[in-house]
């Protein structure tokens, strides 16, 4: 069965399978989305309004017979947060239900009538509208497990907490993942906003009895898949007991800080004293002293990296998951917080109010700057989850963000670009990221850059790590191949492997070619992922964004930034070579 | 002189933690790395990432740390073998002369023990 695009119109209530445009017909997760959106949606349009729409897509080999770790989700969208174009990813399990229905984009447009909050159920007999009175102002955990006792067959639950009901710019959008936790998040640029907009709480996607995925070349993705599945299994970072299975993502947190890249009290330090005390070694250890939890924990089915991890309390309850680096970072490090259980209790906030937890704790961080409490107050911090829950004043600007609390209370020191907060990699140490963070259409984004392989980035004999010669270039190849690998439905994790493993490399490309039956090699990995990156850089100029909106923020041009005490001194026009192509090519 | 030694992952265990270790340790006047190993017990196989005072001193499969002196006063972070630190992550920050070196010769992009650069 040929893939279909399924729009859900929320002025009528209605639904249609549409065939899919020649102009799409290549295209599956983030070079889908932002396809649907850059062709449907006015840049200019308000995100909270009529005009605007949520695409949602797998990748091109989810809901394929056991592809590795294949289980990622795209979510599209013009972002309240920064004014550009969307595309935010979560693992769980919708990725493949999605597909395994033969639905290759999910376009959610339009605006009930009569102001109410709808559950949209999608199976194989189609899709349902139900009211979803009985579940406003409910949080995450309580829509999961409700959606699991109404519906059958386990199925994913994608839906907004009460923060993206209120529309505010740092709502998040929650998937769960195979032991129904609603931990997964699609969570950076307010799409959750976008989504409540739309007059819907949850989508319910059951694939029992769908018609699954069509493969157009068996042989030829089961050649694929093979070659993955032995780099992902040999690879030191990626296999059994290795430092992501082990350590999850938090493996960064004592080397970031090592290296004195770790943002600290709101981007004022690089190293934070308790760094160690909120790491992934002490998730660990947490684990083994408690007895509870578990490290080496799967998002979704079929992963065979496994990073996540459900981190229990003192008396072995779970408190949350997963605990990841970067959520460590903004409500630990930035915060000057060293309590592991409480940066878990505020993540499981987070996860349940449906926030962003990096751009949830960078608040906390603006707002202890600005004495509103002071750095380190843990029981402070986790109170104004309470505020932000209730909807209180103080809450509804702490979920607007870091850009606007940072308005509301007088902030210089604004680690944002295009609105959205940065990510835990200090740029005035780390410089290399820097260059991402300012151009990337996402806003500071550390997931917009990943390393590729440099025989296909042909960059492998030219790199000086010293030097800022040749940084934008290398900058855009990571871009353009993390489009690409963002289009696959593949967990972003696959890089490592893919990287140092020639024969990974392959694998990945032959079963995108299996699946799609298109003439896909290695070679075009970085001139598709251009494509995306061109159609998401005009959209962004159409919605008025210029070079100038690629640029670190004023403070890190003269504020050094200790240990290393260094400030960000590369010169514009070298960072505007990153996207200098997009109108000569 | 005294210098402050942490140690993560899997060696942690030499001076007493499970995952992460801190201590001060009496060393000799500019001793150097080695002799540090050697005292706590650590191959230099069973290491990955090396910082000297947040400088980038060691990569997995490199071992190019041995012969660095260490100063009264100086930070030494272990990390055991298995971890990662992607290149993107990575780029720009602070590293020693002689992983400079080292990285010209065997190709920076590298992620695992293994040089993707013959």
Redesign the interface.
């Given at each position: 069965m040929a893939r279909k695009i399924l729009r859900i119109n929320m002025t009528d209530l209605k639904a249609t399978y549409e065939d899919i445009p020649q102009k799409w017909a290549k295209w599956a997760g983030r070079g889908l989305t932002s396809s649907i959106i850059a062709d449907e949606v006015d840049p200019l349009c308000h995100p909270l309004g009529p005009n605007n729409k949520l695409a949602i897509a797998p990748g091109w080999v989810s809901g394929t017979p056991a592809a590795p770790s294949s289980g990622r989700t795209s979510f599209g969208g013009k972002s309240p947060l920064t004014g550009g174009i969307k595309e935010a990813n979560s693992g769980g399990i919708s990725s493949q239900k999605i597909a395994k229905l033969g639905i290759a984009a999910i376009i959610l447009e339009g605006q009930p009538k009569d102001g109410k909050w709808y559950s949209i159920v999608v199976n194989k007999n189609g899709v349902t509208f139900e009211d979803a009175s009985d579940l406003a102002g409910k949080g995450m955990v309580e829509v999961a497990d409700r959606m699991w006792q109404r519906y059958p067959h386990k199925p994913a639950v994608i839906g907004i907490g009460p923060v993206g009901e209120r529309k505010l710019s740092n709502a998040g959008i929650s998937v769960n993942d195979p032991e129904n936790h609603p931990g997964r998040y699609a969570g950076r640029g307010g799409l959750g906003a976008v989504m409540g907009a739309r007059g819907v709480k949850t989508i319910v996607v059951d694939d029992e009895g769908g018609p699954g995925v069509d493969i157009a070349d068996e042989p030829l993705f089961k050649q694929g898949r093979q070659k993955l599945t032995k780099a992902i299994q040999a690879?030191?970072?990626t296999k059994k007991?290795?430092?992501?299975n082990?350590?999850g993502t938090n493996?960064?947190m004592?080397?970031?800080n090592?290296?004195?890249?770790l943002p600290t009290r709101n981007f004022s330090s690089?190293?934070f004293e308790g760094a160690?005390k909120i790491?992934g070694?002490?998730i660990?250890?947490m684990v083994?002293k408690r007895k509870a939890g578990m490290t080496g924990h799967g998002c979704h089915p079929g992963c065979i990296i496994k990073c996540s991890n459900v981190y229990p309390g003192p008396d072995g309850n779970i408190i949350t998951s997963p605990l990841e680096y970067e959520t460590a970072m903004s409500l630990g490090s930035n915060c000057g917080i060293d309590d592991l259980d409480f940066v878990a209790k505020m993540t499981q906030r987070c996860n349940d109010l449906g926030l962003d937890t990096i751009e949830a704790g960078n608040t906390i961080a603006i707002a202890m700057e600005a004495g509103l409490l002071p750095f380190g107050d843990k029981e402070g911090a986790l109170a104004l989850f309470d505020d932000i829950a209730k909807g209180t004043p103080l809450g509804r600007i702490l979920g607007q963000g870091v850009a606007a609390t940072a308005s509301a209370f007088g902030v210089y020191r604004v680690p944002v670009v295009k609105g959205q907060s940065m990510p835990a990699?200090e740029p005035r140490?780390?410089?290399?990221?820097?260059f991402?963070y300012a151009t990337t259409t996402m806003g500071a984004d550390?997931t917009s850059?990943?390393?590729i392989?440099?025989e296909i980035a042909g960059v492998?004999?030219k790199?000086?790590?010293?030097t800022a010669e040749g940084?934008a270039e290398?900058s855009l190849t990571?871009q353009a191949a993390t489009a690409f690998i963002d289009s696959t439905g593949y967990c972003l994790f696959i890089?490592?492997p893919i990287?140092?493993i020639a024969e990974g490399w392959a694998g990945m490309a032959e079963t995108v070619a299996g699946v799609m039956g298109l003439n896909v090699t290695g070679a075009d990995v970085v001139p598709l992922g251009k494509e995306i990156l061109k159609v998401e850089r005009l959209f962004n100029e159409r919605a008025g964004f210029t070079k100038e909106d690629d640029r670190l923020p004023e403070f890190m041009l003269h504020e050094p930034v200790p240990?290393?005490n260094t400030v960000w001194d590369v010169p514009n026009e070298v960072v505007d070579r990153v996207y200098a192509w997009v109108h000569e090519e | 002189m005294l210098v402050d030694v942490a140690i993560y992952g899997k060696l942690a265990h030499l001076l007493g933690g499970k995952f992460v270790a801190t201590q001060e340790i009496s060393l000799p006047d500019n001793a150097k790395v080695k002799e540090l190993y050697s005292l706590i017990g650590i191959y230099p196989e069973e290491t990955s990432y090396v910082f000297i005072n947040a400088v980038l001193s060691d990569m997995p499969g490199l071992h190019v740390v041995l012969e660095d002196e260490l100063h009264d006063g100086d930070h030494i972070g272990i990390f055991s073998v298995g971890y990662m630190w992607p290149y993107q992550y990575r780029e720009g920050a602070a590293i020693s002369r002689r992983v400079q070196t080292a990285l010209a010769e065997r190709g920076a992009l590298q992620h695992s023990t293994k040089p993707i650069i013959p």
């Open positions: 690879h030191d970072l007991n290795g430092g992501l082990s350590y493996v960064l004592n080397i970031i090592e290296a004195g890249g690089g190293q160690a790491s070694e002490m660990a250890e083994d990699y140490v780390i410089k290399g990221i820097g991402t550390h850059g990943y390393t392989a440099p492998g004999g790199v000086d790590p010293m940084k290398l990571f890089a490592f990287l140092d240990p290393h | -």
